[in-house]
């Protein structure tokens, strides 16, 4: 991907407890000119992710409920092989002994070297080793981002990994404002989880965040339609971007802030249902 020109290289990291291998990363991504690490740090275990258990709970063994449903889809199938067949993880694939050099080996290698002990000194650490763009990944208290704007980092996703993780949490939206009035200003503050429509992009960037980023919505037409169906599916994100700013009034999305989101309570203090 390097080789693209003016590609703006990120790399996403999870805290491994091999050094080797992490630092190991660290140099590769260094190495092919990557200006941006972004440490996720809300997934040192797997969420209790239980449609995940019924789908895939023997990896590659299809259901016979899956294999008709790929016999359904024979250019959809073809599409998703060709031309490179099953995808691995390729960045840690050479981590791996030979006879592992599957993805269920990798996924089971990633599961195994999580470091559940990453904590504000190892962020530290590597706040001191990597010279380039750090950011955090995961963050929905404020006193996680002060804590992130005192080490020094450069950015924050408010993420709760698109509600995979713990069930529960509130949406990262609703933490967002919380997180600006303690951090808009001294690093980027990005948004993530749930961002479904162009409109989605605006409440964020008017509760304080610098941009969003997504997962599903551009995955969802990659699973449709390859590369093509992730055009797609931006496009449209622009678009409903673009009419809503306009139905608002507004050419800017710089020059919006919570009072573009007018909530019941704001609008009817005296009504019932506010209070
Ligand atoms: C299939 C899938 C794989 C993911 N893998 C990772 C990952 O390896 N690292 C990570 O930080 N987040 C991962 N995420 C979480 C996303 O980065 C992101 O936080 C989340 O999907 C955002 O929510 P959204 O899907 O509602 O946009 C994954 C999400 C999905 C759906």
Redesign the pocket.
């Given at each position: 991907m390097a080789a693209v020109p003016e590609v703006n290289l990120w790399f996403?990291l999870?805290c491994l407890r091999d050094r080797a291998v992490r630092e190991d990363l660290l140099q590769r991504a260094d190495a092919v000119g990557c200006k941006t690490l972004?440490l996720?740090s809300?997934?040192v275990l797997l969420g209790n992710r239980e449609w995940d258990r019924r789908n895939f709970a023997r990896p590659r063994q299809l259901s016979l409920r899956n294999k008709l449903d790929v016999l359904c889809h024979p250019r959809w199938m073809a599409q998703a092989l060709w031309p490179h067949g099953l995808p691995t993880l390729g960045n840690i694939e050479r981590y791996l002994p030979a006879e592992q050099r599957t993805i269920e080996g990798a996924a089971q290698f990633i599961g195994s070297q999580m470091d559940t002990g990453l904590d504000w000194d190892a962020l530290a650490r590597l706040r001191e080793r990597w010279p380039h763009r750090l950011l955090l990944?995961?963050v929905l208290h404020p006193a996680d981002a002060e804590k992130a704007v005192a080490l020094g980092l450069d950015g924050l996703?408010v993420?709760?990994?698109?509600?995979?993780q713990l069930d529960g949490v509130p949406a990262s939206l609703d933490c967002l404002p919380a997180i600006a009035a303690v951090a808009k200003g001294k690093l980027a503050l990005l948004l993530?989880?749930?961002?479904?429509r162009g409109s989605d992009i605006l409440k964020a960037c008017a509760l304080g965040a610098d941009a969003v980023?997504?997962?599903?919505?551009t995955?969802y037409g990659v699973a449709v339609g390859g590369q093509a169906g992730a055009g797609h599916a931006l496009d449209l994100l622009a678009q409903e971007l673009r009419l809503a700013l306009s139905l608002l009034g507004t050419a800017d999305l710089k020059l919006l802030d919570s009072r573009a989101l007018i909530t019941t309570s704001s609008t009817f203090p005296d009504c019932e249902l506010s209070r």
């Open positions: 996403q999870y972004l996720t809300d997934a990944k995961g996703v993420s709760n990994h698109g509600g995979r993530d989880s749930g961002i479904r980023l997504l997962g599903r919505s995955l």
